[in-house]
C-alpha cells in the first residue's frame, strides 16, 4: 500500500489450498516482533489484523496448510498518520510595501511530513480582500511575497500546512501595506529680502515612499502682509 492513512488499518488475510486445505496463518511486524507469531486460525471468511500504531508499519505474514506447509512469505508496507502538522511559529509579516508584504510561518510534522519518513509539508496561503478569501500560492517553504494590495490597508492572512496523508492545521494573521506619504519641501535660502529686491530660491523635494516626482509651478501674484509681488519660475 503506497498511500498514508488517517485511521486504523484493518489486513484481510485469506488463503486457499486444494490438498490438504488452509490451518492458519502467522506473522511477525518488522522492527517490533523478533520471532513469528503463534499459528493463528484462518476460517473461510478469512481472518484480520489490525496495526493502530503511527507511522509506517512492515508486516510479514505466512499461510500454513493441515499437512504443515508454509507459504512464502508475503510483505505489506502500512503508512499510518493521524496527526495534522504544528506550527512552530505565528504567521509573520515583514517587508511590508505600498502594494505588498511578505508572509511565512513554520509548521513541523512527527510522521508523513517528516523528511525522515520522505515526505514534507505543503503550505497554502490565503488573504482576504473585500470580504472575499483568496489563495495567494502553494508550496513546501510557509514563505509568500503578497502583492497587488492597496496601500495603507490591513488584511487578514491565512496560511495552511497539511501533511502527505491530508491532515492539516491553520494559522491566521493580520498584515498592513505602508501608506503614501506626501513629499516634503526642502528651500533655500531661507532668508529674507528687501522691499522690491528679487532672491533666488532653491525648492527641492523628497519622497520618503521613493516615488518618482513631478514638478509644477504655478505663476502668479501674491499679496504677504500687504506686500505684493510675482512668481517667477526659472
Not at 14 to 32: A, L, P
Amino acid at each position: 500500500v503506497g498511500e498514508w492513512y488517517k485511521a486504523d488499518v484493518e489486513i484481510t488475510i485469506k488463503g486457499e489450498d486444494t490438498n490438504s486445505g488452509i490451518e492458519g496463518y502467522k506473522y511477525i511486524i518488522v522492527g517490533q516482533n523478533t520471532s513469528w507469531s503463534e499459528n493463528k486460525t484462518l476460517g473461510e471468511e478469512g481472518d484480520k489484523i489490525v496495526i493502530q500504531r503511527e507511522g509506517i508499519t512492515e508486516i510479514k505474514i505466512k499461510i500454513t496448510d493441515n499437512a504443515g506447509n508454509e507459504s512464502e512469505e508475503e510483505l505489506i508496507t502500512i503508512k499510518k498518520d493521524t496527526v495534522a502538522p504544528k506550527f512552530e511559529t505565528n504567521v509573520d509579516v515583514t517587508n511590508q510595501a505600498l502594494g505588498g508584504f511578505k508572509v511565512s510561518a513554520l509548521a513541523s510534522d512527527e510522521v508523513s511530513g517528516n523528511a525522515a519518513y520522505g515526505g514534507q509539508i505543503t503550505y497554502t496561503c490565503y488573504i482576504t480582500k473585500n470580504g472575499q478569501e483568496e489563495k495567494v500560492g502553494e508550496n513546501n517553504t510557509g514563505i509568500f511575497e503578497v502583492t497587488g494590495l492597496n496601500q495603507g490597508t490591513a488584511y487578514d492572512i491565512k496560511v495552511v500546512a497539511q501533511d502527505p496523508a491530508g491532515n492539516s492545521n491553520e494559522k491566521v494573521g493580520r498584515g498592513t501595506t505602508e501608506a503614501n506619504t506626501a513629499p516634503t519641501w526642502q528651500i533655500e535660502p531661507k532668508e529674507k529680502s528687501k522691499t522690491n529686491t528679487s532672491i533666488n530660491l532653491t525648492m527641492t523635494a523628497v519622497d520618503s515612499d521613493g516615488d518618482n516626482l513631478t514638478y509644477i509651478i504655478k505663476y502668479g501674484a501674491y499679496n504677504a502682509n500687504g506686500t505684493k509681488g510675482a512668481i517667477i519660475a526659472t
